[in-house]
């Protein structure tokens, strides 16, 4: 049934986004178009239903990088027809036509909910997993999680490869190449294309070596090699024309447009952007039309026609804001829908709750005795709870000791072991070494002084020193005080009250639940200032606020902030994760006094 209630949710979800991004075709065809679903759709029967499932899936395939409005009109009945029937496989043929939509329209958090249903339904079917990850792989390099990224890719491609479908491997291995230039691995990214176009020109595959070419031209446009960039771009959309793959073309205009911008040819910058936008409006590709005004904005303003740089650039704006519009919309209707099917599974309990009264009343009878019972534990759980905090306050104790010991064996045993070959590398005389290995040599050196470091970090925060001989406070500030030499996020610290010690137990926790949300802030945030405050009243409350990105979706979690809430939870206390306005993060901790 949860399952049922998600698909749900996602087929809404898309009927939404697919009426926000795509505007009408005209009214003859669009009256059509739906003339020909009534008419064909049968009142009901499988086999009927399926042959009308194929058919739709053979004309959203045609439509997807034609015209996308009539491509997602065919992929949506695919998907209710499959939904009327809970056939999978026509469901995650659905699917990976609006995951592609999805993907060159730029809405990377439909994709990944697509993406991550798809490998829901595809347990069996192991094609249509790799495609699923392949979609995963994308959602992943658009947030920069290169790595998840990669990982997800090579499964595909080897998935791909067992299968013998060679166009959908050539496609991974394009895409690894991107997710290495993104990342400014110039020298990594090629020969992944060179791997991919060899494939795709042993298929004869226009498209795929359309697709690399033009790839393999932006690596050239990151690099500013304007030339080189031009050549494989105009092979790319020479390619693109001959199969008259209208997405194809639109793709490259904008890459060339840019290069024209930057090398200063306005005219042919505004000429190339306007085929673009003109491109844009069919496909209706938000993304696309950005990227095209933005370069008719830059063209005029190298040409010093300022009112009409300003009016693009107007225009950018206004579909920039659209754009987050849209996305407020998607997020709030997913919700919402959520909403509604908790309510729908709350009356499915009462029907089992009604059919379960009997049982009930015949439980009321034990009440009496069970209170009684419950008196007699509550005496002899007093007594329990003396000797649960002898025991928590021993376990605590034995835990100081346990990491006490464990951070000096790391620091003295395996911290002076890399400290030691450090020095020895130093020995090393680089000159009697040919260029290869003293490449080898660099990378070894830098690898042994990053471990050396990370174990010294390991070490002293497994139990910092200042956190058992002066306390929590002087603790804090010592961190933030390092912290804040990093000059990339200004940090402040705050207190209140604190006019004691609490024990050893909670000390440690709170420390690590420091550590654990400001390194967080450092790597994911993107903020420039964060706060941290610590106040003692009826309880203890921390609060750590910053200016970043904000709230983070509760299935893009990782293991930081479950580790947070664990040791709350282990201190009874109470977390709240709250979105700031216009942006940032606030997340307050509370912890019960009467426990510390």
């Known amino acids: 049934m949860g399952n049922l209630y998600r698909l749900l949710t996602i087929l809404s979800l898309a009927a939404l986004v697919s009426g926000s991004r795509c505007t009408s075709v005209s009214d003859n065809e669009n009256i059509a178009a739906k003339n020909e679903v009534v008419e064909a759709m049968p009142v009901e029967g499988f086999a009927e239903d399926t042959v009308l499932i194929l058919k739709y899936h053979q004309f959203a395939k045609e439509y997807l990088f034609q015209d996308a409005e009539k491509a997602m009109f065919y992929s949506k009945h695919v998907l209710r027809l499959s939904q009327k029937h809970q056939w999978n496989k026509g469901k995650i043929l659905a699917y990976n036509l609006l995951s592609t939509y999805y993907l060159l329209?730029?809405?990377?958090?439909?994709?990944?909910e697509l993406s991550n249903e798809t490998m829901t339904?595809?347990?069996?079917?192991?094609?249509?997993?790799?495609?699923?990850?392949?979609?995963?792989?994308e959602s992943y390099s658009e947030y920069r999680q290169w790595d998840s990224a990669r990982i997800n890719y090579r499964q595909a491609f080897a998935i791909f490869k067992e299968l013998g479908e060679d166009s959908s491997a050539a496609t991974c291995l394009d895409n690894l190449g991107n997710s290495y230039r993104e990342k400014g691995m110039y020298n990594e990214a090629i020969p992944y294309y060179d791997q991919a176009y060899a494939l795709f020109d042993k298929m004869d595959s226009d498209w795929g070596r359309a697709t690399v070419l033009q790839n393999k031209g932006y690596l050239h446009v990151v690099k500013k090699e304007g030339k080189a960039a031009e050549e494989?771009?105009?092979?790319?959309?020479?390619?693109?024309?001959?199969?008259n793959n209208r997405y194809g073309e639109l793709n490259v205009l904008n890459d060339l447009a840019n290069i024209y911008c930057l090398s200063q040819q306005n005219e042919l910058a505004i000429e190339t952007a306007a085929r673009a936008l003109e491109y844009s409006t069919i496909f209706h590709s938000s993304q696309q039309t950005n990227w095209a005004l933005l370069s008719l904005s830059r063209a005029y303003k190298n040409k010093k026609m300022f009112q009409e740089a300003l009016d693009y650039m107007e225009k950018v704006i206004f579909n920039r804001r659209m754009l987050h519009t849209e996305y407020v919309e998607r997020q709030y209707t997913m919700f919402q829908l959520s909403y509604d099917n908790q309510i729908m599974d709350s009356q499915i309990q009462s029907k089992i709750i009604a059919e379960q009264r009997i049982v009930q009343r015949f439980l009321i009878g034990f009440s009496c005795l069970i209170i009684a019972f419950a008196a007699f534990l509550w005496f002899n759980n007093k007594k329990l709870r003396r000797k649960n905090a002898e025991i928590r306050e021993a376990m605590a104790r034995g835990q100081a000791i346990e990491r006490k010991r464990v951070a000096a064996e790391l620091h003295d045993n395996?911290?002076?072991?890399?400290?030691s070959l450090n020095w020895y590398l130093f020995?090393?005389?680089?000159k009697v070494l040919s260029p290869e290995e003293q490449k080898i040599y660099e990378s070894v050196h830098q690898m042994v002084g990053a471990a050396y470091?990370?174990?010294?970090?390991?070490?002293?925060?497994?139990m910092p020193a200042e956190l058992?001989?002066?306390?929590l406070v002087m603790a804090l500030h010592r961190l933030i005080d390092k912290m804040n030499e990093n000059k990339k996020i200004e940090f402040s610290f705050n207190i209140s009250g604190m006019s004691h010690r609490l024990n050893n137990k909670t000390e440690f926790e709170l420390y690590s639940i420091v550590l654990e949300l400001t390194n967080n802030i450092i790597k994911h945030s993107g903020a420039t200032k964060a706060s941290i405050n610590l106040t003692e009243n009826k309880n203890i409350h921390l609060t750590i606020i910053d200016n970043g990105n904000g709230m983070v979706e509760p299935s893009r979690q990782g293991v930081g902030l479950k580790n947070v809430k664990n040791r709350v939870e282990s201190l009874r206390g109470k977390v709240q994760i709250i979105s700031q306005q216009p942006s940032g993060l606030k997340v307050d901790i509370e912890i019960p006094k009467t426990l510390i």
């Open 232 to 243: 494989l771009l105009k092979q790319s959309l020479a390619l693109f024309q001959k199969i």
């Open 427 to 430: 020995g090393i005389d680089k």
């Open 453 to 462: 470091r990370e174990v010294r970090s390991l070490s002293h925060n497994l």
């Open 105 to 112: 329209d730029g809405s990377y958090d439909v994709l990944r």
């Open 121 to 137: 339904l595809s347990k069996h079917m192991p094609l249509y997993t790799a495609h699923a990850k392949r979609f995963l792989a």
């Open 414 to 419: 395996l911290g002076g072991t890399l400290a």
């Open 468 to 471: 058992e001989e002066h306390g």
